[in-house]
């Protein structure tokens, strides 16, 4: 199965509204990483959050995680319809060639 | 400001086929990537390139190969295509800028290949 597991896998909310996404994982971790997904596009780095840490904010994204529990999560707030995509976490295990295992991931509507 | 580049963008190919395909990047990155991405599977790595001569297996290697050509580019084969390789192809890459990683990887917009 894969390293992160997300929850849900599927969220849809009115524009204006907060959206939170969470991911678990398995094994120790160098970092993690949440991607975005537009349909028929690829992967866009959203935000890295290193082991040490324990929460970051870029824009109107707020990652938090916990590595005793092995869990992380993406908030956005004050949601667009422009965020609806496909979001995923990738775990780092901080091997020299950057390996990232990632989750199913979790499709977000956000309603206009 | 390409970034990466993956040609082609759709293919469609009988059972038993062969086709390579190109991924190149302007990012001058040192590492490189290959997935394949099913629904509800999320991404799988096929193979990876840490730096321009080296190529290593991933996750799901089986029925594929692949070639650094030069530090730009990565190529992805399917020597004899079947049905169960019907998927959507992702490259990415990424800079090693320190040891131990915490790079984000770069990726083009994917490759939507059918197999009959």
């Known amino acids: 199965s894969q390293q992160g597991e997300e929850d849900p896998q599927a969220l849809s909310i009115q524009e204006g509204e907060n959206a939170t996404m969470n991911c678990s994982y398995k094994t120790s971790i160098n970092n993690l990483q949440w991607y975005r997904q537009n349909s028929g596009r690829g992967l866009v780095h959203l935000i890295l959050?290193?082991?040490?840490?324990r929460e970051k904010h870029s824009g109107r994204l707020r990652v938090t995680l916990d590595t005793s529990k092995k869990s992380s999560s993406l908030l956005i707030t004050a949601s667009r319809a422009a965020d609806t995509a496909s979001y995923f976490c990738?775990?780092?295990?901080?091997?020299?060639?950057?390996?990232?295992?990632f989750g199913q991931g979790t499709i977000l509507t956000v309603h206009p | 400001n390409a970034g990466v580049t993956q040609t082609p963008k759709f293919q469609v190919l009988k059972t038993g086929q062969s086709m390579t395909l190109q991924c190149a990047q302007d990012m001058n990155h040192n590492s490189m990537y290959w997935y394949r991405q099913d629904p509800g599977m999320g991404l799988r790595l096929i193979y990876y390139s840490a730096s321009e001569g080296t190529t290593d297996k991933g996750e799901v290697p089986n029925g594929y190969n692949v070639s650094r050509l030069n530090k730009r580019e990565f190529s992805l084969r399917l020597e004899s295509a079947a049905p169960s390789q019907t998927s959507v192809y992702f490259c990415?890459?990424?800079?090693?800028?320190?040891?131990?990683?915490?790079?984000?990887?770069?990726f083009g917009d994917g490759t939507r290949l059918s197999i009959l």
């Open positions: 990738a775990t780092d295990a901080g091997t020299s060639y950057g390996k990232l295992t």
């Open positions: 990415a890459s990424r800079d090693k800028l320190f040891t131990g990683g915490n790079q984000p990887q770069h």
């Open positions: 959050i290193r082991s040490n840490e």
